[in-house]
């Protein structure tokens, strides 16, 4: 009677055992589970590729525009290199940018700052200047709309896809697969906010027009779309692989 007593109580602890060991390495594999789909993307994120090597080089034209003072023109060309990545358990991998600058292309590359950029299941997010702007969302589709400004503070910007799978040329060279994100279209007497980005599958950002100006209200301008302050820029790509 003893002993069948004893056997039952082993029994028990073993069922226990067996039952807790089940219960971890359920958690192990959902820790798991979790942390590999971090970098798990869908169809429409080699619209924003990210691998250690890329680059892209473009050519930029900017004016900026001040109150009081003369606007000023400048051209230049910038350089994104996809330096390095690393891991972590809220983002996945995320990657470092290094930008660089030059007047033309007779000179040297210059560093000019250092962003990051990540694909995560829903959105490729790049931080610019400490920043981070939601700039597509996954699977991409035709109209498709989101709040670029989801990640930080600055306030709600609803974006756009547009032109999904069209074509795109410009300088002699067309891109067969692109998709356009429209992030603002907006035109009043008091200012334009017009911007955006074009994207070309297997590439990233081809080409980027940000017109953001606010016009003169004294009575002598007002309703003359007279430039008073803002910023005026256009970036178009001339080169891009993998070093």
Not at 9 to 34: D, H, P, V, W
Not at 183 to 198: A, G, I, M, P, Y
Request: hydrophobic share 35%.
């Amino acid at each position: 009677m003893r002993n069948r007593k004893h056997n039952k109580l082993i029994m028990k602890k073993i069922r226990n055992l067996l039952f807790l060991f089940a219960l971890l390495s359920g958690l192990q594999t959902a820790c798991n589970t979790e942390e590999a789909n971090l970098d798990i993307v869908p169809a429409g994120n080699d619209f924003f590729p990210l691998e250690k090597g890329r680059f892209i080089s473009y050519n930029v034209s900017e004016t900026n525009y001040f109150l009081n003072s003369p606007s000023t023109q400048s051209t230049y060309q910038l350089k994104e290199v996809i330096a390095d990545s690393y891991k972590d358990l809220v983002s996945g991998t995320t990657y470092r940018i290094e930008r660089y600058k030059r007047n033309n292309g007779r000179e040297n590359w210059i560093l000019l700052n250092v962003w990051t950029a990540r694909n995560t299941y829903q959105s490729a997010v790049k931080v610019e200047e400490n920043v981070p702007f939601v700039k597509l969302v996954f699977p991409v589709e035709l109209f498709k709309k989101w709040n670029g400004n989801s990640f930080n503070t600055i306030g709600e910007d609803n974006y756009e896809m547009r032109d999904f799978g069209k074509s795109f040329s410009f300088a002699g060279k067309n891109y067969k697969e692109t998709l356009t994100v429209l992030q603002q279209n907006d035109s009043t007497l008091v200012s334009k906010d017009k911007r955006r980005e074009v994207y070309a599958k297997g590439v990233g950002m081809i080409y980027k027009k940000s017109d953001v100006v606010v016009y003169c209200q004294f009575d002598n301008c007002r309703g003359k779309a007279q430039i008073e302050r803002g910023n005026v820029i256009e970036m178009s790509i001339f080169d891009s692989g993998k070093e």
